[in-house]
């Protein structure tokens, strides 16, 4: 059955790479619903959030074959149930409609956004939270006229008390030592 999955890639920060990623998903047929690369924790080592619908025997397939790219460290995947995650998005309102317009206001209280910039053309609000969370909050914003929308990708924590990838590099290293 299939279900929401984040797989949490940590890898190398080179040319290509997100190239080289997205191509085994595109030969297993496997859409991506959410992608975003940022900095780890770990000094230069990005991390890719991706977030797909797909059953979880498919996903460790995909996984499996992720871990094989030679940039990648290590690939993770994880229900959103183990996750904590959010996304951001902001909207751009014309300036004429909050004027004499107290239901706009109440609405950018009642969600829990904040405005960033006003101007005599525009106003930029912005929310963060769960992907239904900004949706309906477009929605109602939309009966005034949204002249521009953009959400984020998703970015995601573990609920572990530890970074998996800071346990999966310290057994890494202790393994390699035992080598030498």
């Known amino acids: 059955m299939k279900q929401e ?8 920060n080179n040319i290509g790479l997100l190239n080289r990623i997205t ?6 047929k496997i859409n991506i619903e959410s992608l975003t690369v940022s900095q780890s924790a770990i ?7 991706i ?6 025997e498919r996903v460790k397939r995909l996984v499996a074959q992720l871990d094989k790219i030679v940039d990648v460290l ?12 959010a996304e951001i998005a902001m909207y751009k309102i014309s300036t004429e409609l909050i004027y004499g317009n107290d239901e706009l206001g109440e609405i950018v209280r009642n969600s829990g956004a904040q405005i960033d910039e006003i101007t005599k053309d525009f106003i930029i609000i912005e929310k963060s939270g769960l992907k239904k969370e900004t949706q309906d909050l477009f929605n109602k914003l939309n009966k005034f006229g949204v002249m521009q929308f953009v959400r984020s990708g998703r970015v995601a924590v573990t609920r572990d ?7 999966f590099l310290k057994t890494r290293d202790n393994e390699l030592e035992k080598l030498n």
């Open 23 to 28: 191509i085994n998903f595109t030969r297993r």
């Open 74 to 85: 290590k690939t993770f995947y994880h229900t959103s149930e183990n996750m904590i995650f």
């Open 161 to 167: 008390r530890i970074e998996r990838l800071s346990e």
């Open 5 to 12: 999955y984040i797989i949490t890639i940590f890898s190398e």
């Open 43 to 49: 000094s230069g080592i990005s991390k890719f959030i």
């Open 51 to 56: 977030v797909v619908n797909e059953t979880e």
